[in-house]
């Protein structure tokens, strides 16, 4: 199950969700940004519901597979993002604090 919300999330990244006027810089952190925020709102969830005494070793594992999945899919997402020219929607994806927000940046 874990394997199919990251392969989820990363094809939304590649599908052209980040999107802005061709600057890698910020196609880059608001692919990041989108990518931390849905990624860490479900593994937050079930790090807290594991018993107390494997929280720090499941927090581990998520970051080992949150990093591995970024950095497979994250030139994918900053080629769409240079290439659709959407300046306001990557702004609001990089000022996106929440996994909510980053969600109707997309909209």
């Given amino acids: 199950m874990r394997l199919v919300g990251a392969l989820v999330l990363m094809s939304l ?3 052209g ?3 802005c006027k061709g600057d890698p810089v910020k196609c880059d952190q608001g ?3 989108f990518a931390s925020l849905l990624y860490w709102k479900k593994a937050d969830a ?5 018993p107390a005494d494997q929280r720090d070793a499941l927090r581990k ?3 080992g597979r949150f ?6 899919g994250i030139d994918a997402c900053v080629s769409q ?3 659709a020219g959407n300046t306001e929607q990557i702004d609001c ?3 996106a604090k929440t996994a909510d927000q980053a969600l109707a940046c997309t909209k």
């Fill in 13 to 15: 990244l590649a599908s």
């Fill in 17 to 19: 969700l980040c999107a």
């Fill in 46 to 50: 079930e790090i807290a519901a594991a």
């Fill in 31 to 33: 692919c990041r940004n």
């Fill in 93 to 95: 994806l990089i000022e």
């Fill in 81 to 83: 993002c240079k290439s």
């Fill in 61 to 63: 594992q998520h970051l």
């Fill in 67 to 72: 990093e591995s999945m970024v950095e497979s």
